[in-house]
Nanobody, 117 residues
Framework: QVQLVESGGGLVQAGGSLRLSCALSGRTSSRYTVRWFRQAPGQEREFIAIISASDSSTNYADSVKGRFTISRDNAKNTVYLQMNSLKAEDTAIYYC??????????WGQGTQVTVSS
């Protein structure tokens, strides 16, 4: 079992940057694959980025590729999402989730990101 807490959201102008953090509980966070998702009002949940447990390899949704970077610091039990060149359409609640390489299992509460245009 693991618990996740997102932080770092806020209001930013288009073109700006934010860094989200996902703090994982326990001492085994390095065993989990971690994903970031987002959900805008009236929209379906969207996959954003993934970082593996084994070698920290990453992958991104096309909508954020080249702008967002996922990383992890296992010593701090934290996964980050660096968001650059933000657009109005990036406005959403952002969630992190820990799980296997196949499916997320444990979810955080979400953090609001609002990008003004």
């Amino acid at each position: 079992q693991v618990q996740l807490v997102e932080s770092g959201g806020g209001l930013v102008q288009a073109g700006g940057s934010l860094r989200l953090s996902c703090a994982l509980s326990g001492r085994t966070s390095s065993r989990y694959t971690v994903r970031w998702f987002r959900q805008a009002p009236g929209q379906e949940r969207e996959f954003i980025a993934i970082i593996s447990a084994s070698d920290s390899s990453t992958n991104y949704a096309d909508s954020v590729k080249g702008r967002f970077t996922i990383s992890r610091d296992n010593a701090k039990n934290t996964v980050y999402l660096q968001m650059n060149s933000l657009k109005a359409e990036d406005t959403a609640i952002y969630y992190c989730a820990a799980g296997t390489s196949i499916v997320p299992v444990y979810w955080g509460q979400g953090t609001q990101v609002t990008v003004s245009s």
